[in-house]
């Protein structure tokens, strides 16, 4: 496809300079005839050539209108059309060497001229084939002229010679002039065609070159034609960007429906075509990630506009990375706070625990076994004091995360063991328990301890979410050379602002929630190098998915 378009693009851009040599014919012709009948009197029938003149004109305004459409054809039928065009130039070509003499004029080696842009133009079989016809245009002139089917249309400048009345009557003379004229004809179309050939084979292994290499490219890459239309993509491209090649091929990026460039491209392509810049950036937000296209424009040293290559990347690792360390920094930043604010308050807690405590024992012996109000508002104190104490206890946890024991350990057996835990309160909630445990799991290093509170995290939010009652789904699978959790409930579900933002720390929906939870959990999987998405729907419930590698999990842990 690319091959073919570059092909077609390069015969256009022919087919443009045959209609400006066309004009410059056309110039000529009347230039000529009018100096060879005014001042040198050799011509006196000057009407039928410039009634010609003006029909090729004409011809050739239409042929200039024609190639407005030409960049939308084939190959093929541009190259159709480039045949015509010189089909009908040896027309007028015959017709003007008839009213200009016939065979005495010295003018009917200009078949040559054709006969060589045929070969340049076009494919040999088509060359050869021009060729003949102008030979069997050239003979039927002859004929018709022998046989005084037509009158003969002298030059006066070969009326002064002997026998100049009989050359066009002459049968040796004839066939000597045909001879010569064909056979220079076809000689001249073998060199040229063969020459085209070789020209053709050097290009051809060139763009094959080219081809291999951007097949063989680590980026997507993509060709847009001068006139907007994708002619090349290799199989990066649809890897990336996860479509099929005939989505973008010969498809205009004028169309907003072809994935991804549809209606961007068409105003970079534009502006590239203005001159107003050689090169773009754009970074594009995909269903599965990112992508970033780096557009430049493809412009010869005269200036002309050729096309546009875009290169994609898919940087959908390179931003996760960068979300990681922002995070990372966010959690560090957050975690040195959290250290600070819980060690402050925590000495006061305890002190404020303790004299209450020794104030509701000295109320209590003075009122005997009877609880007063007094009494209430203390132990509510305690409660709350309590509360607090455990808040900074977590926050504690979060700012000084313990190192990662890790042993190998069996994923079902975990969530075997927490589910049994929590099967009385799962009871007294009404919910139900489907379980899955794919057998055979390999086993993965893991901080059993520090997984079972992950998990247990995880549970008790889904608990939370079904004050009603529900269902609670646990699943294990192998998934590639990873182990992964399913934990889904039908609880009230999350929106979609509040799904982006349910592992940051101190972010919770809960009246009394510390926002920690799972924040922990993320931390503590990510530290044995696994990852937690969470997908969620208003109304149907939320799915916890859990990953794990089973070679590297709990090597390099990730503090």
């Known amino acids: 496809m690319f091959k073919e378009n570059l092909k077609k693009t390069e015969l256009v851009e022919r087919i443009h300079w045959l209609i400006f040599l066309r004009w410059i014919a056309v110039s000529g012709l009347f230039i000529t005839t009018y100096i060879f009948s005014s001042v040198f009197n050799v011509v006196e029938r000057v009407i039928p050539l410039y009634t010609i003149g003006v029909i090729i004109g004409l011809t050739n305004a239409g042929f200039r209108y024609y190639t407005t459409i030409l960049r939308a054809k084939t190959f093929v039928s541009v190259q159709m059309h480039a045949g015509i065009q010189i089909m009908v130039d040896h027309f007028f070509l015959i017709c003007l060497i008839y009213f200009a003499g016939g065979i005495e004029n010295p003018f009917i080696f200009y078949f040559l001229f054709h006969a060589i842009i045929a070969g340049i133009f076009l494919e040999k079989?088509?060359?050869?084939?021009?060729?003949?016809f102008a030979a069997s245009l050239f003979a039927l002139l002859l004929l018709l002229e022998y046989y005084s089917i037509i009158p003969?249309?002298?030059?006066?400048?070969?009326s002064a010679f002997r026998?100049?009345?009989?050359?066009?009557?002459?049968?040796?003379?004839?066939?000597?002039?045909?001879?010569?004229?064909?056979?220079?004809?076809?000689?001249?179309?073998?060199?040229v065609t063969s020459i085209m050939d070789r020209l053709r084979k050097s290009r051809d292994d060139v763009l094959f070159e080219i081809k291999s290499t951007l097949e063989n490219m680590a980026e997507g890459v993509i060709f847009i034609d001068p006139d907007d239309k994708v002619?090349?993509?290799n199989k990066e491209i649809e890897k990336a960007w996860k479509v099929r090649s005939d989505e973008?091929?010969?498809k205009s990026v004028k169309d907003d429906h072809v994935p991804y460039i549809g209606g961007i491209a068409s105003n970079i392509t534009g502006s590239f075509r203005k001159g107003i810049e050689t090169s773009q950036h754009q970074e594009i937000k995909t269903k599965d990630g990112f992508l970033y296209n780096t557009y430049s424009a493809i412009i010869d040293p005269s200036g002309k506009y050729w096309g546009t290559v875009l290169t994609s990347h898919d940087i959908t690792e390179r931003k996760k990375l960068e979300q990681r360390l922002l995070h990372s920094e966010r959690l560090a930043t957050i975690g040195e706070m959290s250290a600070k604010v819980a060690h402050e308050i925590?000495?006061?807690?305890?002190?404020?625990?303790?004299?209450?405590?020794?104030?509701?024992?000295?109320?209590?012996?003075?009122?005997g076994g009877e609880k007063s109000d007094v009494?209430?508002?203390?132990?509510?104190?305690?409660?709350?004091?309590?509360?607090?104490t455990e808040m900074s206890d977590e926050y504690l946890r979060f700012a000084r995360f313990p190192r990662l024991e890790t042993k190998p350990a069996s994923i079902n057996n975990i969530l075997i063991e927490l589910s049994k835990f929590f099967n009385k309160e799962r009871l007294q909630r009404g919910i139900a328990l489907k379980e899955h445990y794919t057998p055979d799991l390999p086993m993965i290093s893991l901080d059993t301890n520090q997984i079972k509170q992950a998990f247990l995290n995880i549970l008790k939010n889904s608990f939370e979410a079904m004050?009603?009652?529900?269902?609670?789904?646990?699943?294990?699978?192998l998934k590639g050379n990873n182990i992964e959790v399913n934990i889904t409930d039908t609880g009230h579900g999350i929106s979609k602002d509040d799904i982006q933002r349910v592992f940051d720390p101190f972010y919770s929906v809960k009246v009394n929630g510390t926002g920690l939870g799972l924040a922990l959990t993320m931390k503590t999987i990510e530290g044995h190098g696994g990852e937690i998405i969470c997908k969620s729907a208003i109304g149907k419930g939320t799915t916890m998915v859990i990953g794990f590698p089973v070679e590297s999990c709990g090597k390099d842990i990730i503090e």
């Open 346 to 367: 925590r000495n006061p807690l305890s002190s404020i625990s303790l004299n209450t405590e020794l104030l509701y024992d000295e109320i209590s012996n003075d009122n």
């Open 248 to 250: 973008l091929l010969n």
């Open 163 to 191: 026998y100049s009345d009989e050359l066009w009557h002459s049968e040796v003379y004839l066939l000597c002039v045909f001879f010569a004229l064909a056979s220079t004809i076809f000689i001249s179309v073998y060199f």
């Open 152 to 158: 003969h249309q002298p030059l006066q400048t070969l």
């Open 231 to 233: 002619t090349m993509c």
């Open 375 to 388: 009494e209430n508002l203390i132990q509510s104190i305690l409660n709350e004091v309590d509360t607090l």
């Open 125 to 132: 079989k088509y060359s050869y084939l021009q060729a003949l």
């Open 467 to 477: 004050p009603e009652g529900g269902k609670v789904s646990i699943s294990t699978r």
